[in-house]
Nanobody, 124 residues
């Protein structure tokens, strides 16, 4: 069983930056991809970004392209989400996810493991 713990959320003004981290409880996911999703109040969970095991392929939602960057450090069992130029509409609970397959899917149902989430609030 893989446990994922997110950190780095908080309150930031519009235009600011945050870096989220997701630490995994064990070293390997069998070479699997990892992703970030978010859920705002009253809305469905949506895809943000995903990355393959090697980090050689990434996938982003159109709404965050050019502002967010996903990366991972397999030696530290950690995946990151650098968020720049934040907007009030980025406010949500952000979830880290991992899957056994190395396909960096944008579908939440493709992921096998989930963290508890970390709140990101962007004030205008």
């Amino acid at each position: 069983q893989v446990q994922l713990v997110e950190s780095g959320g908080g309150l930031v003004q519009a235009g600011g930056s945050l870096r989220l981290s997701c630490a995994a409880s064990r070293r390997t996911f069998g070479g699997g991809a990892m992703g970030w999703f978010r859920q705002a109040p009253g809305k469905e969970r949506e895809f943000v970004a995903a990355i393959t095991w090697s980090g050689g392929s990434t996938n982003y939602a159109d709404s965050v392209k050019g502002r967010f960057t996903i990366s991972r450090d397999n030696a530290k069992n950690t995946v990151y989400l650098q968020m720049n130029s934040l907007k009030p509409e980025d406010t949500a609970v952000y979830y880290c996810a991992a899957r056994n397959s190395n396909n960096n899917s944008a579908r939440a149902t493709s992921y096998d493991y989930w963290g508890q989430g970390t709140q990101v609030t962007v004030s205008s």
